[in-house]
Structures are given as C-alpha cells and as structure tokens.
C-alpha cells in the first residue's frame, strides 16, 4: 500500500456498529462490563479508547511500525522515552535540538541521576568517546530544530547497536511523508503530532512508534501509570489531518523551495538553513534518507543583529508570529526568544541559534503571496 492510500486506510477499519466510514469521537471515560473483567477490550479511557487506538494503528501504519502510542503532547512522548531510562544511565543527544526537549533533559530528569550529553552528530566517527556501559539512548533530531542540519539515521543506528543502546528519532520535521526513520534502524520514532501530522494548528498531541513488542509493553505501561494520553476529540483531528498528510506536505515541499531559493537570492539575507541546497552540509545524506526537503528553514540577515530580526518577524503579513510549525498556514519564529529561550545563550550560539536567526515553517498558501509578504518584511 502506498503512502497517500495508507494515509487515508492504514490501520483503520469502518466502525462495526454503524458501518461510518470516519472513526467516531468516543467520548466517554469507561466503558459497561457485563461481568467483573468482562468487557469488549476497553475498561477505561485512560488505558485505552477505541477513538486514540484507532490514531495510535493508523500511525504505525504511515510510519512503517507495529505499535502507536499517543500521548498529550510531543514533550509527553519524550517523557515517557526518558523513563525507560534509571538513574546512572546516560543519553548522548544532538546539540542543535528543540528548547523543551533540551528543558526536560536538563531540568527534569537530570536531577533523578541520568546524564546527558549534547554534542554534534555530523560524524559518528567522531562520538565512540561519549558512549560508555551506561549509555542506553541515542536522540536524534533530524532535520533538527532550528538550524536544519542533517543526521545520518543509518549511522545513528550503526553507532547505537555497536553500544548496545537505544536509538530514538524526533521525526517531527520530516513527517513520515518524508523519511521514515524505523526503516533505517531506529528503535523508537517520536512525533509532536501538533505539527505536520495534524496540520491545522488546532490541537497539541504527542506520538510514538516502534516495532519491538517487549519496548512497546514497557512504553504501554508508562503511558497508561502516567495518564498523559490524549483525548478522543484531538485524536479525531490528528486522524482526520493525516488523510490530507500526502497532499499538505507536497505544497510544504514545494512552497519550501521556492522560498528558499528567493531568501538566497535576497541581498539582505546572509545564509539560508535548508538541506535542499547543495552546499548544505550534509545534504547527500538528506537525498538518501529524505524523499524531499520539507517546508522548514531557517535564515539570518546581513547585518546579524536582533533588531533586524525583530523588525522581519514583526512586519510580515501572511506569515503569522507564532510558536509551533507544521500548519497549513505560514508562520515564523525568533528561536532565541521563542522556541529555544530555555536554552542557555552560550549553548544556543554554539549551535548557530543567534539572536538574529529567524525560523520560517512555509505553509500551503499561494507562493507569490508568501513571496511578496518576505520581500515587504525584509525592506523595512
């Protein structure tokens, strides 16, 4: 089965009681038991209901996996990952990552005894010094937030089996539409399933995905002991975003491009993040894991200082200022205030997240209306 088709069927089935074609909304928090443990595979909402297990199939289906699980965001996804860990173990994590995941590694989990290193992972060859017995992740962001840089999957997997540990993909940036990081060799597959997956900006969800069933036991456990799962009424709206999934991502990709190329061009931009380019670092890695380049980038201007910056973000029409990516609409982003303020300053600028850097996620609208909205912003 292709993608668009399991976009719209994968893991999914018309609802045996009424034959609807669209999964029905379950609102209900329990479920009638005709004996005491006697009921139809649901007990209550928390554990399960048949609305989020019907997201969780379809998930696995797009992202090649055997197991979903949703929670109530992306940050709760990660959670549950870091508590398979125990204290002592160690993560070796990408540098350039996205704020929150860098707040909860630091400032949750670190005072429970677990270690985390941060490094760049343009070349595994170069990371044997960080893995150690106690090492049990590998976290990967790829195409990473916000500089778009690009990890190698299969070497990532490569490095994680040769130390016995785990390898975790923040897919969110590709969406399965792009790349699909299971097939590659990762171990666990994450998705802030706010952004491309339910494309609409209207809801905050979470999602993992796997293949080994003694993992997938473990992460069950944790989600259901937890409670941070996701509503019936949200995982209604991530399944109905993701039978347009094929279609939002090929305009992503192609407005992408195109603005890409029109920042490059712009004589009051410095440099464009955007793994289409040939000169981008790794983007031969990107042309072999990736299936197109997405509608992520990243640029700064000439001048390189923050009151231009914010200037840009402040005078754009179509785009919108606003956190979070992956809509249908445009929008953009100061990362060093915004999304990435829970990093320190000298961490973030080790990475390339200046104060002058600005974060595009290029939407569905009509190309020379995003065009001539940048072209504006840029001459103020």
């Known amino acids: 089965m292709k993608f668009g088709t399991k976009a719209i069927h994968g893991g999914l089935s018309h609802d045996a009681a009424t034959g609807a074609i669209m999964t029905p909304i379950y609102q209900t928090s329990t479920y009638a038991q005709s004996e005491p443990g006697a009921h139809k595979g649901y007990e209550y909402s928390r554990t399960q209901n048949p609305t989020r297990h019907a997201l969780e199939k379809n998930l696995a289906s797009i992202e090649n996996g055997k197991h979903g699980l949703c929670f109530g965001s992306g940050l709760a996804a990660i959670d549950a990952v870091i508590k ?3 204290p002592g173990d ?6 350039d990552l996205y704020g929150g ?20 992972m343009s070349n595994f060859d170069n990371l044997d010094h960080l893995a150690n017995e106690n090492t049990k992740l590998i976290w990967v962001e790829t195409p990473t937030n916000p500089m778009l840089n690009i990890i190698d999957i299969e070497a990532a997997a490569a490095f994680a089996k040769k130390h ?21 060799g990762a171990d666990i597959v994450m998705h802030s399933a706010t952004k491309y997956l339910g494309g609409h900006s209207d809801v905050v969800m979470g999602a993992l995905i796997l293949n080994n069933d003694g993992l997938a036991e473990q992460l069950y456990f944790i989600q259901n002991s937890s409670g941070a799962v ?4 949200d995982s209604f709206l991530v399944l109905r975003g993701i039978k347009t999934l094929h279609l939002r991502m090929q305009r992503h990709c192609e407005n992408g491009k195109k603005v890409a190329e029109f920042l490059q061009a ?9 793994p289409g380019f040939s000169d981008h670092p790794n983007h031969y890695v990107a042309k072999k894991q990736m299936r197109d380049f997405g509608g992520m980038m990243s640029f700064t201007t000439v001048d390189d200082n923050f009151e231009k910056a914010k200037r840009f973000v402040s005078n754009v029409k179509v785009f919108v200022l606003a956190e979070s990516l992956g809509g249908v609409e445009s929008l953009c982003g100061h990362p060093a205030s915004m999304t990435h303020a829970a ?3 000298e961490e973030r600028e080790k990475t390339g997240v200046k104060d002058s850097l600005v974060r ?4 569905v609208e009509n190309i020379d209306d995003l065009l001539d909205d940048l072209a504006q912003a840029l001459e103020v």
């Open 84 to 86: 398979l860990l125990n």
């Open 90 to 95: 160690e993560v070796i994590s990408t540098s």
């Open 101 to 120: 995941t860098y707040r909860i590694y630091t400032q949750i989990f670190e005072k429970y005894g677990i270690k985390f290193h941060f490094t760049d």
């Open 164 to 184: 016995n540990c785990l390898l975790g993909v923040d897919n969110t940036f590709a969406s399965p539409y792009l790349q699909n990081p299971l097939d590659m």
């Open 230 to 233: 996701c509503g019936p009424m």
């Open 266 to 274: 712009h004589p009051v931009v410095d440099k464009v993040y955007w």
């Open 343 to 345: 990093i320190p300053k």
């Open 360 to 363: 595009l996620s290029v939407g």
